[in-house]
């Protein structure tokens, strides 16, 4: 069995801790690992797993293996979506890039972003869904309801309660439909989690959706191995129908089975969904960071840097980050999208980046910014180093705070020690790298008439960015 994880989504819904460049899936919200990584550290246990297949898009592709390497894993393979197609497409890369030895293993597919604490009853219902997919099924994980959620989409069984087959899907009811759903009892929250045979998928999106297996397939054909990912062919696979694997296979198959999950599932899809996940004190209150609050009740408070207060207010959402505040009434939780549609208008980049910046050699804090100066706090990995690169608009004064650096300037080569410090002129070629087995951390202070990221002229670089 190959777990497939789709990486993809870019978590609106957690603004302003979920952003573009660093979305949820990548986030430590829930315990003490990403929820990527947890998505891959619970398979733990269950016979027969094999090194994992992720699809991801290009913007996150070192993130996903710097995760993957904290957690000891190797993938199989990182597929690299060079445009969002939907889940459809997504999968039908990871089946046929699975089949390409000849082979025709089972794949369970999962989304990077959801919470199931019980995970021996996640395991149960893998191995009952496992013997179906061997029969050629194309299984489908049901969350039993704990509620007439109208933010879910369900699924409708020919069996309450035990492994059955799919009657229809259905998109998300209003209350009272929803209420009648859970009142049936063969009813299920969709979870977007399936398990089957890589050729079935692949046999049956050839009956419904021809055109997008071909174009999946010319892409992965023409792919390019850069590193650890596969760059499957923009071109091609941009022309590939953009569908869900519900609305493209699921609803037209007669394979179509449905396992029933019972194991605290939550795609943690508002803030509201993290506040349940958690374990709330006497108050219903979620607190998390320097928070202090007095008359609050039934809220997620949420501080990353700071002293948070909140005073007589209920149902509320706050989050602080570095450089944005959130505050919302639970009720208006699923909203969040809004406001960062608003964001993405005003071309706001508290959209996009976060003011700490990961990088595949580390990471970069922007400290201080003004007219024509920044100070940024940089820290490489060790044996790591940025690319060899120029600046047109700015110079840099770099001072190291601790660590070794090793810092190519022009012809020169030097090395820096705590306290030590260079200058880099305007237009001067340079490179810095850590050649240490210790975190190099250093202050840069930037100059200059244009200081943004795209003043960067790479000559060489490690990672094979552009």
């Not at 016979?47 to 290009?58: F, G, H, K, R, T």
């Not at 809220?299 to 509320?316: F, K, P, Q």
């Not at 820096?416 to 240490?436: A, D, K, M, Q, Y």
Request: with cysteine.
């Amino acid at each position: 069995m190959i777990p497939v994880i789709l990486s993809g989504g870019s978590g609106s819904r957690l603004w302003p801790l979920s952003r573009k460049n660093k979305p949820k899936q990548f986030l430590t919200l829930f315990g003490d690992t990403s929820m990527f990584q947890s998505t891959l550290t619970r398979l733990n246990g269950l016979a027969s797993v094999e090194a994992p297949l992720i699809v991801c898009n290009n913007e996150h592709r070192f993130m996903v293996a710097e995760q993957l390497q904290e957690i000891g894993l190797k993938a199989s393979g990182i597929i690299l979506e060079p445009c969002a197609r939907n889940t459809a497409p997504a999968i039908a890369l990871a089946a046929l890039k699975a089949m390409e030895k000849g082979e025709d293993p089972v794949l369970l597919v999962l989304a990077a972003d959801h919470i199931i604490p019980d995970v021996p009853a996640f395991h149960k219902s893998i191995e009952e869904a496992q013997k179906l997919a061997e029969q050629d099924k194309l299984v489908t994980f049901g969350i039993q309801p704990q509620s007439a959620h109208t933010g879910y989409g369900y699924i409708e069984a020919e069996e309450k309660s035990q492994p059955s087959s799919v009657k229809r899907f259905i998109e998300k009811p209003n209350l009272s439909t929803a209420e009648s759903y859970v009142t049936a009892g063969n009813f299920f929250w969709n979870s977007g989690m399936f398990l089957f045979k890589a050729s079935t998928y692949i046999n049956e999106l050839s009956r419904f959706s021809p055109e997008m297996l071909s174009f999946c397939k010319q892409s992965l054909e023409q792919a390019v191995i850069d590193l650890d990912f596969v760059r499957v062919d923009s071109e091609l696979f941009a022309q590939s129908p953009s569908d869900s694997i519900d609305y493209a296979v699921m609803e037209k198959t007669d394979k179509a089975m449905v396992v029933p999950l019972d194991a605290g599932w939550s795609d943690v899809g508002s803030w509201s969904s993290l506040w349940e996940a958690f374990a709330q004190d006497a108050n219903n209150n979620v607190l998390i960071g320097d928070v202090m609050v007095e008359n609050v009740h039934n809220a997620y408070i949420h501080s990353e840097n700071r002293l948070v207060t909140v005073l007589g207010l209920d149902d509320v959402i706050v989050v602080e980050t570095h450089d944005a505040v959130m505050v919302a009434h639970k009720d208006q939780a699923q909203k969040v999208k809004t406001i960062v549609e608003e964001l993405t208008k005003l071309n706001r980049k508290e959209v996009d980046t976060h003011r700490k910046c990961y990088r595949p050699w580390g990471n970069y804090d922007s400290v201080d910014m003004g007219d024509r100066f920044q100070v940024k706090r940089i820290m490489v990995n060790p044996g790591a180093s940025l690319s060899l690169q120029m600046h047109y608009h700015r110079a840099e004064h770099w001072v190291v705070v601790s660590g070794t650096a090793e810092v190519t300037r022009d012809d020169e080569v030097m090395l820096l020690g705590e306290n030590e410090s260079t200058f880099i002129p305007l237009g001067s070629v340079h490179r810095l790298r850590n050649p240490g087995r210790v975190p190099l951390e250093i202050i840069e202070v930037q100059s200059g008439a244009y200081l943004e990221e795209d003043d960067i002229i790479r000559l060489q670089d490690s990672y094979n960015r552009q």
